[in-house]
């Protein structure tokens, strides 16, 4: 590449042909995304305080430089991150590390808080809303498990039933909703209510004797949301290790154990194993014929 010869300011005096003082920020820029994106890329990020002079300055420079136009394709713009209101900045010394968030939430949940606001917004930061939005993540957490432990349990039917449709319809209008408001400029704030909306007809549909075209929808769907959210990767597609396999077949025997016992009906014992293992934090849905499981995070 050229770049750095043609573009390096200074002679060998240590003089810059122009007189005293040197190209500084807007022209590093301009290099440093040339350099590794080419004459033309498309799409280039930066805080709103940027667009001028810095974006300005770059476009400037790059377009007069390189003869293309545009030089950029989008421009992203990100709202502030405040806290209390003023921004947050090392100068006001009112930063809080991001490794102090993560020491007490997960990155999950860090990402899941920051989509909510539209990216082009200014974001004040508060520890309630983390928490909040905890609650959510655990809600989403355990629909995934929920869904999989009923894909597990339950045989796919002959054929469709009758009742399903209304309920696959309204389910898809939610993911219809969801994804419309991305394609309006990311606008995640607008998305965010149809996945809440989501999550709470899901476990509603879940209920009592969930119908299996309805179990398999609500899991597509969840996927389809996360591709965008990724913040369910590793509920998604849990890779067992050795040990969680042990202790997954060991639950199975448990339980079925208990469903001896209860087809005995000798429920004492089934009320114990049951509520040892809710003190495990092992949850069972007794269904007429079988029980299914979930552990409860
Ligand atoms: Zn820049």
């Not at 419309?180 to 606008?187: G, Q, S, T, W």
């Not at 389809?224 to 590793?234: A, P």
């Not at 998604?236 to 050795?242: E, S």
Request: aromatic share 10%; charged share 30%.
């Amino acid at each position: 590449m050229h770049y750095g010869r043609k573009l390096n300011p200074e002679n060998h005096t240590g003089t810059p042909p122009w007189g005293p003082g040197r190209p500084g920020w807007h022209i590093e820029c301009s290099v440093m995304s040339s350099r590794y994106l080419g004459r033309q890329f498309d799409i280039h990020g930066g805080g709103r305080d940027l667009i001028f002079p810095h974006h300005e300055n770059e476009i400037a420079q790059s377009e007069a430089y390189f003869g293309v136009k545009p030089w950029v394709k989008y421009w992203i713009h990100v709202g502030y991150l405040t806290i209390r209101g003023e921004k947050m900045s090392k100068s006001l010394g009112n930063i809080i590390p991001v490794h102090e968030v993560l020491s007490k939430y997960e990155p999950e949940v860090l990402r899941l808080y920051l989509l909510s606001t539209h990216y082009r917004s200014q974001l004040d930061f508060t520890w309630e809303g983390l928490e909040h939005t905890k609650s959510v993540m655990k809600r989403m957490e355990n629909l995934v498990k929920l869904v999989k432990a009923y894909l597990e349990e339950l045989e796919p039917p002959s054929r469709i039933p009758d009742n399903v449709g209304k309920t696959i319809e309204e389910l898809e209008r939610l993911r219809t909703g969801f994804f419309n408001a991305l394609d309006d400029d990311f606008n995640t704030t607008k998305a965010m209510p149809y996945l809440h909306k989501f999550i709470s007809l899901a476990n509603k549909s879940l209920m009592g004797k969930p119908e299996y075209p309805i179990v398999v929808k609500v899991y597509e769907i969840l996927q389809d949301f996360n591709r965008v959210l990724g913040v369910l990767d590793k509920y998604l597609q849990p890779p067992l290790t050795p040990s969680e396999n042990l202790v997954r077949e060991l639950v199975k025997i448990i339980v079925e154990v208990r469903q001896i016992h209860r087809r005995r009906r000798d429920y004492e014992v089934a009320d114990w194993i049951r509520s040892e293992l809710s003190k495990l934090g092992i949850k069972l849905i007794d269904k007429k014929d079988k029980t299914i499981w979930i552990i409860e995070g």
